[in-house]
Antibody, heavy 119, light 111 residues
């Protein structure tokens, strides 16, 4: 059974940093592109970042470019999101999601981890 | 890049059909046949319901169907059931640099 389990969320002050993790199981993690998608309270999901299967290629939404870094450790079956210079606009539930091979959608999502940026 | 446009809410009685529209541009929905739809119940993660405009993952009832015309995609739910009450989000691939763009969501109420 495919499972994605996020962790690392919490309350952080404006300007602070946080590192999210997503532990994957039930599939060959190293074969799949992976994404981070966030959803602010009461709003629709917003794509944040993606990495290819070996981590050599990454892409970011303009809103997080230069502040967030996506990475992965295929030996540990884990996806990461390092978030720096956080602002109130980054408050959201952060989901990791799997992209099927050779297609463009998200077939499995984690349960999400809440990041709250507030003083 | 702006979110795809969806109606804020739709409603229908059990057994009826409803259609949710999703309007984008010639750079996303109009450019690719990579529209997906997600169902989200309160406090839960999104669940894939439709991908590649019309395809249904295993386990999704055939009451759910998708279509596309030009820059607008649609999700139709026939034979409405109480458990269909949820938020629905469309999503389109929008190119290698911007990846994916979502709609603002539509709340489906089953009367």
């Amino acid at each position: 059974e495919v499972q994605l389990v996020e962790s690392g969320g919490g309350l952080v002050q404006p300007g602070g940093s946080l590192r999210l993790s997503c532990a994957a199981s039930g599939f060959t993690f190293s074969s799949y592109w992976m994404h981070w998608v966030r959803q602010a309270p009461g709003k629709g999901p917003v794509w944040v970042s993606r990495t290819n299967s070996d981590g050599s290629s990454t892409t970011y939404a303009d809103s997080v470019k230069g502040r967030f870094t996506i990475s992965r450790d295929n030996a540990k079956n884990t996806l990461y999101l390092q978030m720096n210079s956080l602002g109130a606009e980054d408050t959201a539930v952060y989901y990791c999601a799997r992209e099927p091979m050779s297609d463009y959608y998200f077939d499995y999502w984690g349960q999400g981890t809440l990041v709250t940026v507030s003083s | 890049q702006s979110a795809l446009t969806q109606p804020r809410s739709v409603s229908g009685s059990p057994g009826q059909s409803v259609t949710i529209s999703c309007t984008g541009t010639s750079s996303d929905i109009g450019a690719y046949n990579y529209v997906s739809w997600y169902q989200q119940h309160p406090g839960k993660a999104p669940r894939l319901m439709i991908y590649d405009v019309t395809k249904r993952p295993s386990g999704v009832p055939d009451r759910f169907s998708g279509s596309k015309s030009g820059n607008t995609a649609s999700l139709t739910i026939s034979g409405l059931q109480a458990e269909d009450e949820a938020d629905y989000y469309c999503c389109s691939y929008s190119g290698s640099y911007t990846s994916s763009i979502f709609g603002g969501g539509t709340k489906l109420t089953v009367l």
